[in-house]
Every structure is written in C-alpha cells, then in structure tokens.
C-alpha cells in the first residue's frame, strides 16, 4: 500500500534523493580509484553503488506515484579528490545515515505505522552501518598507499546488505536466499 502521511512521504523522497546521489557519487569515485590503481576499491565502490540503488529504488517505490517536491538530506561530499578523500566523503555520508537520517525516518514511519516506509528505511539503515565500517576498512589501507584486501562483495538486491567473500545462506536481514545475492 502507498505512503499515505506526509511527513513519511516527504522523508521517502528525501531518502529517495540521497541514495540516488549517493549511487551516483560511488560510481564516480570508483572510476577514480581504479586509475588510481585501487581495484578492490573500486569494486567495492561499484558494489556499495549498487546497493544505494536498491534503497533508492526501495523508498521510490514506496511513494507509489505521490507527486511532490523533494528536499534531499543526503550529508554527502561532493566534487573529485584523491581516493583517500573520497573514501572520508563516503563514511561521512554513511554516518550521516546511519546516526541522524535513517533513525529520524524509520522511527517516523513507525509512529504513523507506515509498514512499507518503515521496511524499506530500515533495510537502509542495517546496510549503511556495514557501508561505513567497510568504507573505514578501504580507507586504512588506501592511506598507507595499499588496496582494500577482498575477494567478492555480496549485496542483496532485496534490502541492499552487503557482505564480503561469501553470501550468507539466507540475508540476515529481509531472509533472501543465497543465489539472489548479486556478486562484483
Ligand atoms: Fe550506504
Ligand atoms: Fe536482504
């Protein structure tokens, strides 16, 4: 069933924009790494892409046709630096997620009991926790001019949870089998 209060709507489409963005902004960077010959970095950027798309899509699906004006909350960085930078301007936006954002809407949708809303929130929110300590990981080798140690990220394409080397029998978080798992 659609959105139907306001304020979870406006937040859906608020969130809407920052993943899109944020989806966006990975893609870039992971450009930027790879000729910056961080390979790994650049995958697991192209990876964690791909898991805000899911969010995106998530929350754009919610809003069920509703017309509106969007107001974005993305905390991101903008703008091309080094990888390292990149990598600062990625954790500052998952923190954001993960500490102001996504604990403000889901706790919303949950007071208007907007069930969809509230799910598709709190898929977000599990995955940006894990989205900043991998980006903080990526970031301590890059600093020391070394890449991100990994064999395959995993990401749901359900709920977006990301997982490095191998996919959990069932997703932890929605339940979605093994061979959903999308790998990069
Ligand atoms: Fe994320
Ligand atoms: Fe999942």
Known sequence: MPVKNAMTADFLRSAYGGESMAHMRYLIWAELAEKEGFKNIARLFNAI???ERIHARNHFSELGGSTNDATV???????????????????????????????????????????????????????EKIHARLFKDAQDAAKQGKDFELKVVYICPICG????????????????????????
């Open 49 to 51: 892409a791909y898991a």
């Open 73 to 127: 909350a993305a905390g991101g960085v903008f703008g091309l630096g080094k990888t390292v930078e990149n990598l600062q301007g990625a954790i500052k936006g998952e923190l954001h997620e993960v500490e102001q954002m996504y604990p403000v809407y889901l706790n919303t949708a949950r007071f208007q009991s907007e069930l969809g809303a509230e799910r598709s929130f709190h898929y977000a929110l599990e995955a």
């Open 161 to 184: 949870h990301t997982v490095l080397d191998e996919a959990p029998d069932k997703c932890p978080i929605c339940g979605a089998s093994k061979d959903m798992f999308k790998a990069f």
